[in-house]
């Protein structure tokens, strides 16, 4: 199946700072990217949809001007967390969607990202 | 927009027992139905899936049924086995136009015991 991959698995930063979360499809194309946050033993909320070469769609309650998403190509979009703070902790986790002619809305997820905001 | 609700939160069934999880859908206008297993600390994993202009599907142990007209569907694991143990995730999405973006059920985790 096709493999996204997502990095770094795992960050921890000072409050304040700055993170960006990569996610890559490496052997399909994808047209939308979305960016997902999990708390644990909770369901995956969405965040935003990426499209490539325009401006994400955000979800209600998502700034946007702290999340950004930048989706510069194809395989790659990019979220970065803007100066984090500690409630910012948790679990993001992108997923891709593959362009196939099955019309389907197949999904792939990254393996995740873990931030701890100290 | 899209609601979707799933039951139980918990399952615990015995090795060789079936396990059943139902989701129901609030939007009309899904079409795409995905059940993914999360294991600890993994990412989801698409397990199967089922478009709207079919009932049922089945691969090898594993069964999602789909009633369009009541907006709900079920996934059914026959003959489980400890591996089995994981947490499932419901979702609906649009395949065609609206919102192409996965909403999830609350998920369910179920517990095989040996």
């Known amino acids: 199946g096709a493999v996204v991959s997502q990095h770094p698995s795992r960050v921890i930063c000072k409050s304040g700072t700055s993170v960006k979360i990569e996610c890559r499809s490496l052997?399909?194309?994808?047209?939308?990217m979305f960016w997902y946050r999990q708390f644990p033993k909770k369901s995956l909320m969405l965040m935003a949809t990426s499209n490539e070469g325009s401006k994400a769609t955000y979800e209600q309650g998502v700034e946007k001007d702290k999340f950004l998403i930048n989706h510069a190509s194809l395989t790659l979009s990019t979220l970065t967390v803007t100066s984090a703070h500690p409630e910012d902790s948790s679990f993001y986790i992108c997923?891709?969607?593959?362009?196939?002619?099955?019309?389907?809305?197949?999904?792939?997820f990254g393996a995740g990202t873990r931030l701890s905001v100290l | 927009g899209e609601n979707v609700e799933q039951h139980p939160s918990t399952l615990s069934v015995q090795e060789g027992d079936s396990a059943v999880i139902k989701c129901t859908y609030s939007?009309?206008?899904?079409?795409?139905f995905p059940w993914y297993k999360q294991e600890l600390g993994k990412r989801p994993q698409l397990i199967i899936d089922i478009r709207s202009n079919v009932g049922e599907k089945k691969d090898q142990r594993i069964a999602v049924t789909l009633n369009k007209t009541a907006k709900h569907f079920s996934l059914h694991i026959t003959e489980t086995q400890p591996e089995d143990s994981a947490v499932y995730f419901c979702?609906?999405?649009?395949?065609?136009?609206?919102?192409?973006?996965?909403?999830f059920g609350s998920g369910t985790r179920l517990q095989v015991q040996p």
């Open positions: 997923s891709a969607r593959a362009r196939d002619i099955l019309a389907k809305n197949i999904q792939y």
């Open positions: 052997d399909f194309q994808a047209t939308t």
């Open positions: 939007d009309s206008a899904s079409n795409y």
């Open positions: 979702a609906a999405s649009s395949v065609d136009t609206g919102r192409r973006a996965l909403t």
